[in-house]
């Protein structure tokens, strides 16, 4: 994530200019929360690599190709590539909705808040991405084409990442590991997959799709209990 968040923040902050006035400070509010969204992140991975040094190569390559892509891409390209990512966020996003005990149960629950505060957000802004695309290009072809290539670079990132995290711990050889595994990739893949084919037909807009109820009260509460915890401290 800090390095295919960057990559949206400058597609859509370098789109800007070609927006209308009622889309630009939402467009410009996007990529703000992406830009907090890649810090956090990063704190992460750092988190990560005391644990399993061999991730920093990884995040080597991710850096590498995600910067290739904004540099040789058009930015039409680019756009439709970070409406489909954004799609595949707001399709993990439904799915964690239904296996939230994978985020509280027995996981560390600050790491479990993060991701359930990423993913929430996702669907707070599941539209921009695309409204910005839409205004600027629109291809349903470019989109497609953008769509495939993001899916298989998280999946091939998401694969290898994983991997070496398990072989730090000594887990590979364990047949529950894979067991688990292939359960969480086809449950992951039917929602990913009808959510990004809808997303590619010419009727079809984010608005449409409908959210998980509780993310937003999620969010108010932790906007809540943080402004409370602000105000003990001070």
Do not use: C
């Not at 909705?97 to 629950?109: E, I, M, R, Y």
Request: proline share 5%; aromatic share 12%; net charge neutral.
């Amino acid at each position: 994530m800090p390095y295919i968040e960057p990559y949206f923040t400058k597609t859509v902050r370098r789109a800007v200019p070609f927006l209308d006035d009622e889309l630009k400070p939402t467009a410009k509010h996007f990529a703000a929360q992406e830009a907090q969204h890649q810090a956090e992140h990063r704190r992460f991975n750092a988190a990560v690599r005391a644990h399993a040094p061999r991730v920093a190569r990884l995040e080597r390559t991710m850096h590498r190709v995600y910067l290739w892509l904004w540099g040789t891409r058009s930015l039409e390209f680019n756009l439709a590539f970070t409406a489909a990512s954004e799609t595949i966020a707001y399709a993990l996003a439904r799915w964690m909705s239904d296996h939230l005990q994978l985020f509280t149960g027995g996981s560390d629950p600050t790491i479990g808040r993060m991701f359930i505060w990423h993913l929430a957000e996702e669907v707070e802004h599941k539209s921009v991405g695309y409204d910005v695309f839409e205004a600027v290009d629109g291809s349903r072809w470019r989109y497609l084409r953008a769509a495939m290539l993001s899916l298989s670079l998280v999946g091939i990132f998401v694969t290898t990442g994983t991997l070496i995290q398990l072989a730090s711990q000594r887990r590979l050889r364990n047949p529950l590991t894979w067991l688990r595994l292939a359960g969480w990739a086809i449950s992951t893949g039917m929602e990913v997959l009808p959510t990004l084919a809808l997303s590619a037909l010419p009727s079809h807009h984010p608005s449409k799709l409908v959210d998980p109820s509780w993310f937003s009260l999620w969010l108010t509460d932790m906007e809540t209990t943080t402004a409370s915890d602000h105000a003990d401290a001070s």
